[in-house]
């Protein structure tokens, strides 16, 4: 499943985002375990936020706990990051992944594919 990214943007610290994911041509990640990573410039790609198949069950960076929060709509198609409380340290590219299973994980290397990652910069 091919996926995409959006939403990211420039923004001063304190500031909110909404970054948004959905499967390319009319796939359905609507039963996939999804998750955010992120990649900081020479930095290696970090987990962020998971969610499971139904929503029920989802899981945080400890750098994020608090302040992001993931979500998805099923009949949408579609899965969100909803950043708050944006910090400088947040700045890095955001990709979208979704994995075979219906769970998430923050293991990268666990994941089947991803979305081509949006840019979030966040200014002092």
């Known amino acids: 499943v091919q996926l995409q990214a959006f939403g990211g943007g420039s923004v001063q610290a304190g500031g909110s985002l909404r970054l948004s994911c959905a499967a390319a041509?009319?796939?359905?990640?609507?039963?996939?375990?999804m998750a955010w990573f992120r990649q900081a410039p020479g930095k290696e790609r970090e987990f962020v936020a998971g969610i499971n198949w139904n929503g029920g069950t989802t899981n945080y960076a400890d750098s994020v706990k608090g302040r992001f929060t993931i979500s998805r709509d099923r009949t949408k198609n579609l899965v969100y990051l909803q950043m708050n409380s944006l910090e400088p340290e947040d700045t890095a590219v955001h990709y979208c992944?979704?994995?075979?299973?219906?769970?998430?994980?923050?293991?990268?290397?666990?994941?089947?594919?991803w979305g081509q990652g949006t840019l979030v910069t966040v200014s002092s």
């Open positions: 041509s009319r796939r359905t990640i609507s039963n996939n375990g």
């Open positions: 992944a979704a994995r075979s299973t219906s769970v998430s994980s923050i293991f990268a290397s666990l994941y089947d594919n």
